[in-house]
């Protein structure tokens, strides 16, 4: 399926009970350790653990038939969690609802193999690096599903609502939107409009930028038209619970909502007047479904194809008839997070404050990533399909991924060694502060998949075998929205929380680490880091070699400093059945693979 949708955060995470973990870690079955797997091949470790690797399987749907034009795709999402129910693009903030809009709300533009926006979407775009400008043209006859054929006022609404004043999202803290010209102004509420933007029709605009970036070819550009009609009347603070976001949203895309189960289910239908063309089926429905069932619903035929599929159950359903199994490396980083400060509302920028947060010390943070072995951790929980992180730019980013950086040595003895020599005595079974104090770490994580509970029990032990006493914050796994809330309000009593990042297009760590970014979670900031933040935009970095050695310079510093370990990297397993067509999980936009061209057709008794 090739989905043109640029989110910028997510999460895959995985549940397991204590009683099933050895089952599913140690005994994942015998008959699994061939080759040709529904296309992929196996090396395995072991007769009783197999090994995989994603570049083994394929990318894209073996059949070729034409789609039938007629039929209704069945989607699985797993999850344990409902979905919010945010849909508007500048209000979302959680993979899955984004997810749930590419089905009916498309980027203007696509992306090519490297993640640079191309010319083939419904948008244009022509930069002037001397003027610093870029002239965006709409094609004419793109239609809302409500018939209203979208404008470019409606793209400049998308800049004017994310830079409201009133706007309390997450998005607008980018160089895309900040260099702008008039930009800050208008968002600090001294100006009533963007400057910068200069509308020369109903379907062109010129945007005057302060510098041409890099970025902006990555994923800079707002990627999303907003329906200024279809929220006439409303507040921009009204908008993202108001019912014509959770209820009724409408998009440009080739199906269209026809009705919402909130947190359960989405059913789309067939939008005839699509801008590509006819789309190839009559609809589709998704369903949220729960990760220990969602296995025996595809088994059951009950779905063509699952969402976030939970990996390790990968080697227990391999052989399901009927299924072909298609993997790709994802944009996914797995993380240990530590909060290093707060969040300053008024001044709108990490307050980065180490000296005053309990995981303020780096000799601290470096013992816990000599404490934990996350190589074994893929190994065993994952069969291969996750592997160890070493850095935090993850290798779906070839072109910048410093694969010379290495993790620290898995070595309980070294971490003891740390915390020794930087005064955390033992008092009993648990250390204390160099101070005296006791040392309490409590760390944040979400349930509700198959693993989730084996992994944080995995590294809270972890710690403790080397003296910190570590438990769950509230002694209970979070669910994933009420996790997320607390993370980024820094609720008071989180010192550690893992989680995870779906990168988007664009490799630029200001989305995640900039002293600007709402998403920078652990609240990290230093004047090394926004320089380098700096750089890695400037004009200068348009040659993409120098680009390329200011990001290992950040991986390093990043390695250094250790905000955050990175756990894992990981790819995804797409269970797709063999009736249907032109799906395909490769990068990049393809027209043959493009959402509308995706078809069922009769399979052959």
Do not use: C
């Amino acid at each position: 399926m090739n989905i043109e949708y640029l989110n910028k955060e997510g999460i895959f995470f995985m549940r397991f009970t204590k009683k099933k973990l050895m089952s599913a870690v140690l005994g994942t079955g015998v008959a699994l350790a061939v080759l040709g797997v529904n296309g992929a091949d196996v090396s395995a470790q072991d007769d009783e653990h197999p090994i995989f690797n994603y570049e083994d399987f394929p990318k894209t749907v073996s059949n070729d038939a034409e789609p039938s034009g007629e039929g209704e795709l069945r989607i699985a999402y797993s999850s344990d969690a409902p979905f919010e129910g945010t849909f508007n693009w500048a209000f979302y903030t959680n993979v899955v609802d984004s997810r749930i809009m590419g089905y009916f709300d498309e980027s203007v533009f696509t992306i090519d193999e490297n993640q640079m926006f191309t010319q083939e979407g419904a948008m244009q775009f022509d930069i002037d690096e001397e003027e610093r400008t870029v002239t965006f043209t709409l094609q004419e006859g793109v239609l809302w599903h409500d018939g209203v054929e979208a404008t470019i006022h409606d793209y400049v609404a998308s800049y004017e609502v994310i830079g409201h004043p009133d706007y309390e999202g997450v998005r607008g803290s980018t160089l895309g939107f900040s260099l702008l010209e008039g930009f800050n102004e208008y968002r600090d509420g001294e100006a009533d409009e963007i400057s910068g933007i200069e509308v020369i029709d109903d379907y062109t605009a010129v945007f005057h930028y302060e510098e041409i970036i890099p970025s902006l070819l990555s994923g800079g550009f707002w990627a999303y038209l907003f329906p200024t009609h279809h929220y006439e009347g409303l507040e921009v603070g009204e908008i993202a619970e108001s019912d014509l976001t959770r209820q009724t949203p409408i998009g440009i895309g080739p199906y269209q909502v026809s009705s919402i189960s909130p947190g359960e289910s989405v059913t789309y239908e067939r939008f005839d007047d699509y801008w590509r063309g006819t789309p190839s089926m009559d609809g589709i429905v998704l369903e949220i479904v729960s990760p220990s069932t969602v296995a025996t619903a595809m088994q059951n035929n009950d779905y063509h194809y699952t969402i976030a599929f939970p990996v390790n159950q990968f080697p227990d359903v391999a052989e399901i008839e009927g299924v072909e199994w298609l993997a790709n490396m994802s944009s996914v980083l797995s993380y240990v997070g530590f909060k290093l400060g707060e969040w300053d509302d008024e001044a709108g920028e990490v307050d980065y404050k180490p000296e005053e947060m309990k995981m303020g010390d780096i000799e601290l943070r470096r013992a816990m990533w000599h404490a934990i072995d996350n190589e074994t951790v893929a190994e065993r929980f994952y069969n291969g399909l996750r592997w160890e992180g070493t850095t935090l730019l993850p290798p779906y980013y070839a072109s910048y991924f410093d694969e010379t950086i290495e993790s620290p040595e898995y070595s309980p003895e070294i971490a003891e060694e740390i915390l020794d020599e930087a005064g955390y005595e033992y008092d009993g079974d648990y250390r204390l502060t160099p101070e005296g104090e006791e040392l309490e770490i409590s760390m944040a994580f979400i349930g509700g998949s198959d693993v989730a509970e084996a992994l944080a029990n995995y590294y809270i032990q972890s710690w403790r075998n080397v003296g910190l006493n570590v438990s769950l914050y509230n002694d209970r796994m979070l669910e994933f929205n009420a996790f997320y809330d607390m993370v980024d309000e820094d609720a008071e009593g989180i010192d550690i929380y893992q989680g995870s990042w779906a990168y988007g297009s664009d490799a630029d760590p200001a989305h995640f680490y900039g002293r600007g970014a709402r998403n920078n979670y652990p609240r990290y900031a230093s004047e090394a880091n926004d320089e380098l933040l700096e750089k890695i935009n400037s004009p200068e970095a348009f040659d993409n070699e120098y680009r390329t050695e200011l990001f290992y310079e950040w991986q390093e510093l990043m390695r250094e400093e250790m905000p955050v370990i990175p756990i894992l990297y990981g790819s995804g397993v797409h269970p797709v059945s063999t009736d249907v067509v032109n799906f395909t999980v490769e990068y990049g936009f393809n027209e043959e693979t493009a959402l509308y061209n995706i078809g069922l057709v009769e399979e052959e008794e």
